[in-house]
């Protein structure tokens, strides 16, 4: 790549540092189901970068399905306006495919205070090797847990109920 | 169309057509635990759907997205496998099916995540640890059933007996396979009949089922021959868009 191809950004007008700045306002976004994470928190923001003048947010779905992408999609236009930046569009990708090992330490954490037990911390076991480790109630914190339902309220978590405490959970299954 | 558009129609088709049968079951499952299951099932394989109708679109170039290639075709365009259509019978019937078939696209996508082409390589990616729940469900389903009541295995055997003649279809090959194989690009379903013989075999002797035997293996989905029912199961999937053209949320 020669300097002239690197100076592309700065002759579009959006310079490196006004990238990060806007990057980190589009990471704000919630996420439309779990408001209390981010979509940097989840992972679900990949990129933001600038092509031809016009501010390109990547994004990559949880799930195949996941009908809060819509939601998201929309969300970060706005944010967007709202930085006064008219330019821009979302794009979907696929691949990598996301990973909730990609969720980070501060998401964990804001989902166990939600109440929300988050994924084991581990890359994913190969498909249809599901290992079962127990799942730490994120109320009362003990291991004593069972699986209601392997699939939730939406489509990234499975029902849980706590043996001790006696209180049912979500668990963000582990991808 | 080309080769990768129509393999990426047929395959989306599977998907999407068994999306419509699952999303039958929500409100209607034997536990409420169900119901949130089969959606979330359903939902995996409508965004499957969703991917694969896109890219055939985008690829055949006729300004055809994916609500052009699900809501304006007729019975006759839509290139599934027989399995995904047939009728969702009782819970035994469906969890049958749903272990037949996860357990063949589990298989499917495994390879297809390899592809030389980088959408469908993608979009298998993706899909494959979603359906890794799915095998993971429909098995828990056919022990639980299989090994359980008097009742409860007579209806799962039964189940098992109607889906069954329905399997060989996803494991014949034909000449866009051939083809698409032979580039890289594609799977040459036979490749995956040993591991899903062994992997059902498992299941159903640890659930205490015979393996059904059969001679009669109706075929004809993937040329645009389809059963009865899948007329009625597209007239309900289409009557909204075709009733009010353009309708959205």
């Not at chain 2, 999407?16 to 079951?25: C, E, I, P």
């Not at chain 2, 890794?132 to 359980?148: E, F, I, P, S, V």
């Not at chain 2, 009949?193 to 640890?206: F, K, Q």
Request: one cysteine or more.
């Amino acid at each position: 790549m020669n300097g002239q191809q690197l100076d592309r950004p700065v002759s579009s007008a959006i310079s490196s540092d006004e990238l990060r700045r806007l990057r980190a306002i589009v990471g704000e976004v919630p996420d439309p189901e779990i408001p209390v994470l981010t979509i940097e928190d989840l992972g679900v923001l990949r990129d933001v970068t600038v092509d031809d003048g016009v501010v390109v947010a990547t994004i990559t779905p949880t799930y195949s399905g996941c009908p809060a992408m819509d939601a998201i999609r929309a969300d970060v236009l706005c944010a967007l306006r709202e930085q006064g930046v008219e330019q821009a569009r979302v794009q979907t990708v696929l691949s990598p495919a996301w990973s909730t090992d990609w969720i980070s330490e501060d998401g964990r954490r804001k989902l166990r205070e939600f109440g929300i037990a988050p994924p084991a911390r581990c890359a994913a076991p190969p498909a249809g090797q599901l290992i079962s480790l127990s799942v730490c109630c994120p109320l009362c914190g003990s291991l004593h847990t069972r699986e209601v339902s392997h699939f939730g309220s939406t489509a990234c978590k499975a029902l849980y109920v706590c043996e001790t405490c006696h209180e049912p959970f979500d668990h963000f299954k582990t991808l | 169309m080309t080769d990768v558009a129509a393999y990426a129609l047929r395959l989306g088709d599977d998907a999407l057509v068994l999306s419509q049968r699952l999303a039958w079951w929500c409100s209607k499952s034997p536990e409420i635990e169900e119901d949130l299951a089969v959606a979330n099932i359903a939902l995996d394989l409508l965004g499957q759907a969703r991917a694969l109708l896109g890219y055939a679109g985008e690829l055949e170039g006729l300004g055809r997205d994916e609500d052009a290639l699900a809501y304006l075709r007729s019975e006759g365009e839509f290139t599934n496998l027989l399995l995904v259509e047939h009728d969702n019978g009782d819970f035994a019937v469906t969890t049958a099916r749903q272990l037949l078939f996860s357990t063949y696209q589990l298989a499917l996508y495994r390879r297809l995540a390899e592809s030389r082409d980088e959408t469908l390589a993608g979009v298998a990616g993706k899909a494959v640890k979603e359906v890794a729940y799915h095998r993971d469900h429909a098995t828990k389903w056919t022990l639980r059933l299989g090994d359980g009541t008097d009742e409860s295995h007579r209806r799962m055997q039964a189940g098992l007996e109607r889906v069954w003649p329905y399997a060989a279809e996803m494991f014949g090959p034909d000449a866009l396979t051939d083809r698409l194989s032979a580039a890289g690009v594609g799977v040459d379903p036979a490749t995956l009949r040993a591991a899903w013989d062994e992997y059902v075999d498992g299941v159903l002797a640890e659930a205490t089922l015979a393996r059904p035997q059969t001679d009669w293996h109706p075929s004809g989905g993937r040329r645009g021959v389809h059963t009865e029912g899948f007329g009625y199961l597209i007239a309900e999937l289409q009557h909204l868009h075709r009733s009010f053209p353009g309708a959205s949320w």
